[in-house]
Structure formats: structure tokens, C-alpha cells
């Protein structure tokens, strides 16, 4: 369901931080939405000096860019909370000040988004769309997800339930 794209200058990132980060991106996204964490992608792209311009100029000092695709249907204020929550652990995650930290979130019909070769149900409708999978489908969901129990937004339903 959320799509998360980080860009970072080259070398700003190694693979601890981009781990931490990942992490710290899905824990937010399932604390805010209540969407099992099987379906956080997190996708890191290092823009090379030189291929980065801000203000017509190129980039002085390191920035990170998060753009985050999710379902439509939130609430505002779980969308403020959710881009907030996400520039304070970025900033934290890179030892960046948060003026360096930049969060787009964009929603999307979830009719028009197909993942693990289904389309998407509507925000409050995923257990209903998790009981409709094939078996198979779901055992694969329910390996992926094992790291859900116990986390702040789960209402104990299992994978595949929002709040």
C-alpha cells in the first residue's frame, strides 16, 4: 500500500542508516494507519553530486527527500501526524537538522493500485480483502507480516486489518 521513495546525496547514507530508516518509516506508517507492515515498501536512490538543484543552484549541504505514495481516505490529521512523524525520524535517522528534511505524501485511489497481484481495498476494509485471498496468498502474507504482533496500531485482528 505505501510506496516510500528517499533520495540522499550519494554516500550520505550507508546501509545501517538506510536500515534504520526503512524501519523507522514502516513503524510509522502502521502506528498511523493501522496498514500491516507487509505492505511498507521503502526504495533508497543515491543522486549523484552535481544531479541535484534546489533553487535553480545545485545542492549545497545534505537533504533527504521522502516522497511517500499511500491509499486515500486518511483523515488530515493522520496525514499531518504521519509527515511529521516521518520528518523527525529521518532527520534523526540521517544526524540531519529537519530543515534538511523534505516529506511529500500523495494519495491514491486504492482501486488503482494492484499489489501481490490484487487491487487494494478501501482504508478500514482489509480484513475483508485478507480473508478473500487464496490460501496461498495469504500464508505468504502472514510470513511477511510476522513482525505486526504487538505493534502500537494493531487491533489483534492479524495481518492484513487496519484500525
Known amino acids: 500500500m505505501p510506496t516510500y521513495e528517499c533520495r540522499a546525496p550519494a554516500g550520505l547514507l550507508d546501509a545501517a542508516r538506510r536500515a534504520r530508516i526503512a524501519a523507522a518509516v514502516t513503524r510509522i506508517h502502521r502506528q498511523v494507519t493501522g496498514a500491516s507492515a507487509y505492505f511498507a515498501q521503502v526504495i533508497f536512490t543515491e543522486v549523484a553530486d552535481g544531479a541535484w538543484f534546489l533553487g535553480g543552484t545545485p ?68 480484513a475483508a480483502w485478507f ?19 504487538g505493534d502500537a496500531g494493531d487491533d489483534g485482528a492479524g495481518p492484513g486489518t487496519a484500525n
Open 59 to 126: 545542492l549545497v549541504g545534505p537533504h533527504l527527500f521522502l516522497h511517500g505514495h499511500i491509499r486515500a481516505g486518511r483523515s488530515a490529521g493522520d496525514r499531518m501526524r504521519l509527515i511529521r512523524r516521518l520528518v523527525a525520524a529521518l532527520a534523526e535517522g540521517a544526524s540531519l537538522p529537519p530543515r534538511s528534511v523534505w516529506v511529500y505524501v500523495t494519495e491514491l485511489p486504492p482501486r488503482a493500485m494492484a499489489e501481490y497481484g490484487h487491487t487494494l481495498p478501501e482504508p478500514g476494509d482489509e
Open 131 to 149: 480473508a478473500a485471498l487464496p490460501p496461498e496468498d495469504q500464508a505468504h502474507l502472514r510470513a511477511l507480516g510476522a513482525g505486526d504482533a
